[in-house]
């Protein structure tokens, strides 16, 4: 039996969406409901595929198919495509399984030629609307067909509308129209070299060419990559009769949502216009008027719809957006959908309507895309000012909330500016380590260079503030203090505005409002969630606020305390720079002597925050070069600090300079090299375990101590007895019975497999897998945006490894490495500190390849949590 590529929207029903597409679906279903809706046909996203397979061509046969339910629908109708005596005209819209609004493309009135108008008009005793629809067509499928210029096509009927010296299109006459649809023929031969098509027939086939090529437009694509919608979905072709809301002064067309989507409040909200055609209300060209007014102006269609409404949010149980067309008094629904909702109305709605018995809690937590809990933990741009500010620029939207401050180029800068009582942006080419205090002052945090897993991403979403990265197109002149941006200067102390939950750049200050979090449905709707999840969901915290901030998000632990961050502020960058230039291991016990009360602190004061709760804890990674100096003036300043010539400092650096400093020495080889790193820091640890434990004695205290960079399981076993050495003679000297674990973070792919052996060894694996993406792919999280965007646009990748976790590769030696390590000692325990920890579809791998526990920055950690409890419900352990 031949594949079918087309069904009648009687043949199909709302199950069939990976099919038909969303909207397909849902007009099968509104029509197996006995909803007045518009007859059709649906070409599936089946077809869609087969389009690409075959090099952007229909086939034959499904051409033919689509003739065949063209034919039905005419009987269906009583109408005739192409004939003028009783016209049927269609629309040709898009239809993905994933809702995409607005990303691909629809062509209105298919079907109408010089001959078939003239038909129309006689047949609706309507000759305006007749050449409206007209003249609305070709400007239609000449941009989204033939992509000629929608702009010119708006240039000829303003130059209309200025020769009769009127405002509105719908002051244009009949003869104004007929005139438009001339001059709309005209350019089109201009620009194409030959005549507007008349076949209606070769107007559809051509019209369901375009919207598969939609699927493939530079928006849909961004889209699609942002909602992590695979590409070899594609999209279906909806052919839907049409019906006219630009009919005269008893039609209309509109949009509307059971519920408000921004607020969640359940009432009918939406707009219409009369006498217009879809594309009017979103257009903006008139001012729409709201759904309630449609009470007054046609009571009875009013009434009608409002009780569809209310049975379609029955039926499918969520809030739906609806569009809807009136033809001379005569309702017809044209599209359901589940409505995009902010937030705050996601969790609103997802409440009531457990509330009001319509859903069960398990249900409700399937509502909320977890990433949209973001919005409600940052501040936010005022909404009105919002409108009128330019964007300037676009990077990458790397840690959301709003931001809004003067430029400064330096983190001494910041520093010193917000100590003033100045709200900064920290401008950058870049971001290290060392500008860590520079970027916790800050409002937020713009760089040319880096990506999505950056250190200032990553940093800054640890720390909550807001980031746009990697907006190549800034030129940033240090020297000067300015950065040049869309043709302008931008100084130091002048304000400017980022957003980084969307990437876009304001060259003025737009003020922010504080977050509003609906605590009252929050807290109840993250308890159900909670009661769900198997995962438990900890926290990468570096200080005891974020550890506070992590905890007041619901975080269960820390998976990740990078002590390096410790390491630099004021007398303590001193101390560690006195121990790199070091050259005996007496001077750099006595330097690291000078940095253990600090970090000994730093460690109370975790423990404090995290009240008890377990606190993963790793030693120190990077590689010793980025803290010392680079520019000459620092390299001077800072040898006369240290009391050393600048030829040694100089020397210093040049012995610590690698080729690939990231897979050079660091991590646990630093222990190997200088074991008396790793004997200052479980010191550090266990002393403030101890401190914690008799200030607490209801604790039940853990250290957990994470050797990074393992490879080898000779190198852990080298690090790990020098770590037992120093923690077991601490606790026998403290009295206390105390218990510690010493793990590993898997973030080499050797590591992972040869899982078996390195868990002879650790007690725990935490899975880095910002540095195991990087070195399974092979390239650079900091350099890979250079190149990304080309394998995006080539269909090489759909989405950033960094940001969404490579299953098929990286993820298979995660899996690997869990089945190993698990034979080995069966009772390991098992986490994940990447970045990924706070990504919704990798959370749900991480939790069916079995893990414990994922970590992520603070301000993800709700999101996490939801993710781990929708994975729970999808994927019962």
């Known amino acids: 039996m031949a594949k079918k590529y087309v069904y009648q929207f009687s043949e199909g029903n709302g199950s069939m969406r990976e099919l038909l597409g969303g909207k397909g679906a849902n007009l099968a279903e509104m029509t197996n409901l006995g909803m007045p809706v ?84 006689a047949f609706t005793s309507n000759p305006r609307f007749a050449y409206d629809s007209y003249r609305r067509f070709i400007q239609m499928f000449s941009d989204v067909v033939m992509e000629l210029s929608k702009k010119r096509f708006e240039e000829i009927i303003d130059a209309k509308k200025a020769e009769k010296g009127v405002k509105l299109d719908t002051e244009l006459d009949t003869d104004d129209l007929k ?78 949502f059971t519920r408000n989507p921004a607020t969640g409040e359940k009432a009918l909200f939406g707009e219409y216009l009369i006498n217009a055609q879809g594309e009017d209300v979103v257009a903006g060209v008139r001012t729409p008027s709201p759904i309630s007014k449609l009470h007054e102006e046609m009571p009875a269609v009013y009434d009608q719809f409002a009780a569809i ?3 379609l949010e029955q039926h499918y149980k969520d809030m739906q957006d609806m569009e809807f067309t009136i033809e001379n008094g005569k309702l017809y629904m044209l599209q359901t959908r589940n409505g995009k909702r902010t937030a705050a109305a996601a969790l609103k709605v997802a409440v009531d309507l457990v509330d009001e018995g319509m859903i069960s809690e398990k249900e409700a ?65 870049e971001t290290s380590p060392e500008d860590i205090e520079g970027m916790q002052v800050a409002q937020g945090i713009l760089t040319v260079r880096g990506g999505m897993t950056s250190h200032a991403a990553v940093v800054a979403r640890g720390m909550g503030t807001c980031c746009v990265s990697g907006c190549g197109e800034i030129v940033v002149d240090y020297a000067d203090k300015k950065f040049t941006l869309s043709g302008r200067d931008y100084h130091e102390g002048d304000w400017i505005s980022i957003d980084g939950s969307t990437g876009s750049i304001y060259g003025e200050a737009i003020p922010t409002v504080p977050a509003d979090v609906a605590s009252g449905d929050f807290g109840r709707f993250m308890g159900w969630a909670d009661q769900y999840r198997q995962l438990q969901v900890y926290t990468n915290a570096d200080t005891p606020r974020d ?82 100096p680079t520019k ?58 101890i401190c914690a434990q008799k200030k607490h004695p209801e604790w039940k205290m853990v250290p957990e101590i994470m050797i990074p960079l393992v490879g080898e399981v000779k190198e852990l ?78 269909k090489i990748y759909e989405s950033d490894p960094f940001a969404h976790l490579d299953q098929k590769g990286v993820g ?48 993800r950690v709700p999101i996490a949590r939801l993710a781990a409890a929708q994975a729970a419900i999808k994927f019962p352990r």
């Open 38 to 121: 518009p007859q059709g046909f649906t070409v599936t996203t089946e077809a869609c595929t087969q389009y690409y397979n075959d090099g952007r061509a229909i086939r034959a046969e499904i051409q033919a198919e689509i003739l065949e339910h063209l034919t039905k629908l005419e009987e269906i109708t009583g109408k005739q495509f192409g004939q003028p005596a009783n016209p049927l005209l269609v629309s040709v819209r898009s239809g993905a399984r994933a809702s995409m609004p607005g990303m691909m493309d629809t062509i209105l009135n298919l079907g109408l030629n010089d001959t078939v108008v003239e038909g129309l008009a």
């Open 812 to 859: 298979k030696l995660v899996d690997m490495a869990v089945k190993l390590g698990k034979t080995t000692r069966p009772d390991i325990h098992l986490g994940i500190c990447g970045e990924h920890g706070g990504d919704p579809t990798s959370v749900e791998f991480f939790h069916k390849t079995g893990l414990h526990y994922v970590s992520c920055s603070p301000y």
């Open 309 to 311: 409404a209310n049975k």
């Open 179 to 256: 005139d438009l649809v001339v001059r709309f023929k005209k350019f089109y031969r201009d620009e194409k070299g030959e005549d507007f098509p008349q076949d209606p027939h070769v107007q559809l086939m051509e019209a369901v060419k375009a919207v598969f090529r939609s699927w493939d437009n530079p928006r849909a694509n961004v889209y699609r990559r942002m909602n992590e919608i695979p590409y070899d979905w594609g999209t279906a072709v909806n052919v839907q009769s049409m019906v006219f809301g630009n009919s005269g002064d008893s039609s209309g067309t509109g949009v509307a």
């Open 547 to 628: 550890a506070a901030q992590g905890r007041a998000f619901g975080a269960q632990g820390i998976g990740l305390c990078r002590t390096e961050h410790m390491f630099f502020e004021g007398e303590r960058i001193k101390a560690m720079r006195e121990m790199i230039v070091a050259d005996n291991t007496t001077d750099r016990k006595k330097a690291l002597d000078k940095i253990l009360p600090y970090q000994q602190g730093d460690f109370e004061g975790i423990y404090e925050a995290m009240e008890g709760c377990p606190v993963v804890i790793r030693f120190l990674d990077p590689p010793l070069h980025e803290f010392l």
């Open 632 to 689: 000459e003036e620092d390299i001077r300043e800072i040898a006369a600090e240290l009391g050393i010539t600048v030829e040694k400092l100089h020397n210093v650096i040049d012995g610590l300079h690698e080729f690939n400093p990231m897979m050079g020495h660091r991590g646990c080889r630093l222990s190997v090299s200088y074991p008396e790193i790793a004997e200052m820091q479980t010191t550090a640890v266990i002393n403030a375990a």
């Open 365 to 429: 937590v399937l509502r909320v895309e977890p990433k949209q809990l973001d919005s409600l933990l940052h501040p936010q741009f005022d909404a009105e000012a919002l409108k009128k500010a330019a964007v300037i620029g676009k990077g990458l939207a790397a840690s959301p909330g709003a931001a809004c401050g003067q430029v400064v180029f330096t983190a001494e800068d910041a520093k010193q500016w917000h100590d003033a009582g100045k709200k900064v942006v920290l401008v950058r080419l």
């Open 717 to 794: 076993k080298f690090v790990k007895d020098m770590v037992a050495a120093t923690a077991d003679r601490l606790i026998a000297a403290s009295g206390l019975e105390m218990r510690y674990e010493v793990g590993t973070m898997i973030e080499i792919p050797r590591a992972a497999l040869t899982a078996d052996e390195i868990a002879r060894e650790a007690e725990f694996f935490s899975f880095g897998t910002n540095d195991l993406t990087q070195m399974t792919f092979g390239f650079s999280r900091d350099d890979a945006g250079k190149f990304l965007g080309y394998y995006y646009d080539n």
